[in-house]
């Protein structure tokens, strides 16, 4: 069997090696190239030292609610800023996310927390908070919940008082992720996944299809599937832009080409439908 040189073979083994966090390579750009912009979308852009301080803000906010290693934490968002911020927010302070699109019908989102058992809760941008949640006490023997703001500007704001690098460091067996299948033949089963594979994915994706800081990704991936992670984490970890639309856009197929136009993106991830 002939295989397609553009994907992995499954027949030579792998020189696996650890390169670290999922956030140790974006970390790197942002002391390197910190006036670079890492996001765009309608709330603005978001330079890489404005995502490094959000990031570590928040990570810092958490620490100081009592969530890090071996915690988790439930993302609720929809197609936003935010849930990036969130994202390394989370990963930064050793704790590990469960994404949960606002989307979903609320049934489906309260499965998510009632398996994650979460020790915080983000709520992203404008996202409505599920009135069913709200009955979760927001004290040390309940759920926490905490609002992430979609604008960078916003955001630093919110986080101000909780600047001071406090951070310990992660190690990249941690539990960076989890996600779930998606219940077809049941209930929904975690996958667990620690920060390490990510990373060799990424180094092997970028150097196989020779992608460059100059490039302008998009977000497109469902946002409760891991193909998102590759949408995220490989433009911050080469230093590149990541553009991230409107969730209306994608399900237009005039407005999608005329936002990836506007915005010139050179690297879309697209499902055999969306494409």
């Not at 890090?68 to 609720?76: P, T, Y």
Request: one cysteine or more; charged letters at 15%; a negative charge.
């Amino acid at each position: 069997m002939e295989y397609n040189n553009n994907i992995p073979d499954p027949r030579v083994s792998l020189n696996y090696e650890v390169r670290g966090t999922l956030f140790k390579a974006f970390l790197e750009q942002a002391i390197t190239t910190p006036d670079s912009t890492a996001l765009v979308s309608c709330q603005g852009e978001c330079s890489y030292g404005e995502l490094e301080l959000i990031s570590r803000q928040i990570a810092n906010c958490l620490a100081e609610k009592g969530v890090g290693k071996s915690n988790r934490v439930v993302i609720l968002s929809d197609r936003n800023p935010a849930l990036v911020y969130a994202m390394l927010g989370v990963l930064r302070s050793g704790a590990a996310f469960n994404i949960a699109d606002s989307a979903y019908p609320t049934a489906r989102i309260l499965l998510s927390i009632k398996l994650i058992q979460p020790a915080l809760i983000i709520i992203c941008g404008d996202v409505p908070l599920p009135s069913e949640l709200n009955q979760m006490p927001d004290s040390p023997e309940g759920v926490k919940i905490l609002r992430v703001p979609a604008a960078s500007v916003e955001a630093v704001e919110a986080f101000s008082q909780f600047g001071t690098d406090t951070l310990g460091e992660v190690d990249p067996a941690q539990t960076a992720y989890i996600t779930f299948t998606s219940g077809s033949t049941g209930q929904p089963k975690g996958i667990v996944t620690p920060h390490a594979p990510l990373p060799h994915f990424i180094d092997w994706h970028v150097t196989k299809h020779g992608l460059t800081r100059q490039d302008h990704f998009s977000m497109l991936s469902g946002l409760s599937h891991d193909p998102l992670l590759r949408d995220i984490f490989t433009p911050l970890s080469i230093g590149a832009r990541l553009c991230i639309p409107r969730q209306s856009v994608i399900f237009d197929p005039t407005d999608l080409v005329e936002w990836l136009e506007q915005y010139q993106v050179s690297i879309c991830h697209l499902t055999p439908a969306l494409g």
